[in-house]
Nanobody
Framework: QVQLVESGGGLVQAGGSLSLSCAAS????????LAWFRQPLGKEREFVAA??????NYADSVKGRFTISRDNAKNTLYLQMNSLKPEDTAVYYC??????????????WGQGTQVTVSS
């Protein structure tokens, strides 16, 4: 069983930055592919970024602005979000999956953290 706990959400003005963290309680943290998804109010959950063995994969909407990274020693996943836009407003979820990576094959989800970008 994997538990994921996100933190770092909040309110920020457009153009600002936020950094999200996801702490994982699992011994085999390094074996999982980790990702971030988000769900705007009233919309479906969507893929944001994933960190696979070949590097970071990003949704077109965040490419060049967001950076995903992980620290296996701390069992923590990060999402650095720069140049935030009002359309980035959503609940952000941390996710863990076994290989091979597919946004449709997530095994574990965090509880989510709210990010609100004001215009």
């Amino acid at each position: 069983q994997v538990q994921l706990v996100e933190s770092g959400g909040g309110l920020v003005q457009a153009g600002g930055s936020l950094s999200l963290s996801c702490a994982a309680s699992v011994r085999t943290f390094s074996r999982y592919i980790l990702a971030w998804f988000r769900q705007p109010l009233g919309k479906e959950r969507e893929f944001v970024a994933a960190l696979t063995w070949s590097g970071g994969n990003y949704a077109d909407s965040v490419k060049g602005r967001f950076t995903i990274s992980r620290d296996n020693a701390k069992n923590t996943l990060y999402l650095q979000m720069n140049s935030l836009k009002p359309e980035d407003t959503a609940v952000y979820y941390c996710a863990a999956a076994r290989a091979p990576w597919s946004p449709k094959n997530v095994d574990y989800w965090g509880q989510g953290t709210q990010v609100t970008v004001s215009s």
